[in-house]
């Protein structure tokens, strides 16, 4: 049974950092390009970043370059995303997904306020 956990998500000021984990199963995520999604109050999901099976092409939404990184452990199956230097604008439930295929976690919910 094919299953993508996420975890990491949490309260945090403005200007703080989180690190979102994604924990696959019942497939190798590594055979796969990986990606990070956002669904804000009121609004459609987005990619956020996508990695490329190896990690050798990375793409980010203009909105988190240079704040947010995406990455991989094989050896863990489990692909991050950490963001830093948060803003109120991030906001919102981000999910992970294995592009190309219907697997997607459950989401985890990350609130940056003051």
């Known amino acids: 049974q094919v299953q993508l956990v996420e975890s990491g998500g949490g309260l945090v000021q403005p200007g703080g950092s989180l690190r979102l984990s994604c924990e696959a199963s019942?497939?190798?995520?590594?055979?796969?390009?990986m990606s990070w999604y956002r669904q804000s109050p009121g609004k459609e999901r987005v990619v956020v970043a996508v990695m490329t099976r190896t990690g050798g092409s990375i793409n980010y939404v203009d909105s988190v370059q240079d704040r947010f990184i995406i990455s991989g452990d094989n050896a863990k199956n489990t692909v991050y995303l950490q963001m830093n230097n948060l803003k109120p604008e991030d906001t919102g439930v981000y999910y992970c997904?294995?592009?190309?295929?219907?697997?997607w976690g459950q989401g985890t919910q990350v609130t940056v306020s003051s």
């Open positions: 019942g497939f190798t995520f590594s055979s796969y390009r």
């Open positions: 997904h294995a592009l190309s295929t219907n697997y």
